[in-house]
């Protein structure tokens, strides 16, 4: 018995993976505003009530999507060493998920549409969804717990990096290594910091 639930949820999970990347693919050709969940059930060769069974909507998709990245960055985050300096930390991190998306065709032409347009960027922007996991990673430390403030802080600023690095990189004509860009970003907060210690 409990092989066979296994094989049915291994299916499900198969054919919500087929489902997604049909419609990330129609959203690349035609726009997500020109996408009905119809096309996307047409073209995976299933029905409009197997659509709506995986998801709430054709932008449940893109949530999905993009939402997908926060569980593998606290993951990330979880394996780097406990005493690393937080900012080391996240420049790796972000620096990973950058190399990931460098060798993905189909997720810089997503990044792209949904850069260049700033009423999707509004609903689906996944970096600015990865600010609680990156925050409760850092407070998950010894000590950290008492430096939420600082650990939220520094969270925001490096994603704030991350999305300068990424907008750059998806509307560049011949697109330069994300993860440098994102490296490159880091290290200009970084120094600017240091060499304007806070006087408060």
């Avoid at 505003?33 to 197997?50: F, K, L, P």
């Avoid at 750059?168 to 200009?188: F, I, S």
Wanted: charged share 20%.
């Amino acid at each position: 018995m409990p092989e066979a639930v296994d094989i049915r949820e291994r299916t499900r999970t198969l054919l919500r993976k087929e489902l997604r990347d049909v419609a990330v693919d129609l959203f690349i050709s035609q726009g997500v505003e020109a996408t009905t969940v119809d096309d996307i059930a047409r073209a995976a060769g299933t029905s409009r009530r197997t659509f709506f069974r995986y998801f709430a909507g054709k932008e449940d998709v893109l949530r999905q999507e993009f939402d997908a990245a926060r569980g593998i960055l606290q993951a990330a985050l979880a394996q780097r060493p406990s005493d690393e300096p937080p900012w080391t930390s996240l420049h790796h991190v972000l620096a990973a998920v950058a190399s990931q998306m460098n060798t993905d065709s189909r997720c810089r032409a997503l990044t792209k549409m949904v850069v260049n347009d700033r009423a999707l960027t509004g609903i689906y922007d996944g970096p600015n969804s990865w600010l609680d996991a990156l925050t409760e990673g850092l407070t998950a430390r010894p000590n950290g717990a008492s430096q939420q403030l600082q650990s939220r802080a520094l969270a925001g600023a490096a994603l704030a990096c991350f999305i300068a690095a990424r907008d750059t990189w998806a509307q560049q004509e011949h697109p330069a290594d994300l993860a440098q860009l994102v490296g490159t970003a880091m290290t200009a907060v970084h120094d600017i910091a240091g060499s304007h210690p806070s006087t408060l």
